[in-house]
């Protein structure tokens, strides 16, 4: 496995305005895993924790992978502009906090958030000086593979989950970058990043976000996150 290295970060101009680095991609494409990874590395990135009203999981902790709420509570953030947008999944609702955002994006710190595509379409929509990546496995019998061996999907899920995978693939052109997925290449795709950012900092003219006032947020479509 490629040893990934992340010491030419700290070589990067500090002047730089802070980026959004907006992450999305088919269900089973490796986003946590990716995000876990960057972590254990040390990445020099702000993670959003989204919200949601999912149930939570035994290999998750609250807070951490994420902020687990009631859909009262949900709704609540939702009628106070708390979210910068929001989805219900399968079910579930999640969102993006958006003081979170805010607040390390002020603090000059680049930020990270996951989402699902039409999640992404909004964001893009709001703040298109954010940078959106798009993570896809190789091939669909990939993908495929990668569900099944989640063991979490019934075979009507399962199903629901390919066919709505192979719809947002056809959502690329909505995102600046996309980056490959292979099933034992974590590394690679955290390199690819890596790259992604180092360029990003390199601009001539360089992105700048700016939060507008609450109560702006729109809500995305039913999708897959």
């Keep these: 496995m490629q040893k990934t290295s992340y010491e030419s970060w700290d070589r990067l101009n500090p002047a730089t ?8 991609g088919p269900s089973g494409a490796g986003k946590d ?20 009203t999912r149930p939570q999981r035994s290999n998750e902790r609250a807070n951490v992978d994420y902020h687990f709420v009631s859909g009262e509570s949900f709704q609540k953030m939702i009628e106070h502009g708390e979210l910068l ?57 990939e993908l495929a593979t990668r569900l099944k061996q989640r063991n979490t999907e019934s075979t009507a899920s399962l199903a629901l989950r390919l066919k709505t995978a192979e719809e947002e693939v056809k959502k690329i052109p909505l995102f600046d970058f ?17 790259a992604i950012i180092t360029a990003e900092k390199c601009r001539v003219t360089p992105r700048e976000i700016k939060l507008q006032a609450p109560n702006y947020s729109k809500p995305s479509s039913e999708a897959n996150r």
């Design 17 to 24: 305005k802070p980026l959004l680095l907006v992450i999305s």
């Design 33 to 52: 895993a990716v995000l876990t990874r960057m972590k254990q590395l040390g990445c020099p990135l702000h993670y959003i924790v989204t919200v949601t």
């Design 85 to 141: 947008e929001w989805a219900n999944v399968y079910g579930n609702w999640y969102g993006v906090p958006k003081q979170s955002v805010k607040e390390a994006l002020e603090k000059g710190q680049d930020t990270i958030v996951k989402v699902d595509i039409q999640g992404a379409a909004t964001i893009r929509k709001l703040l298109p000086q954010a940078v959106f990546i798009f993570l896809v496995p190789p091939s669909m019998p």
């Design 178 to 194: 996309v980056v490959i997925s292979k099933q034992d290449g974590i590394d690679q795709v955290i390199s690819d990043i890596s």
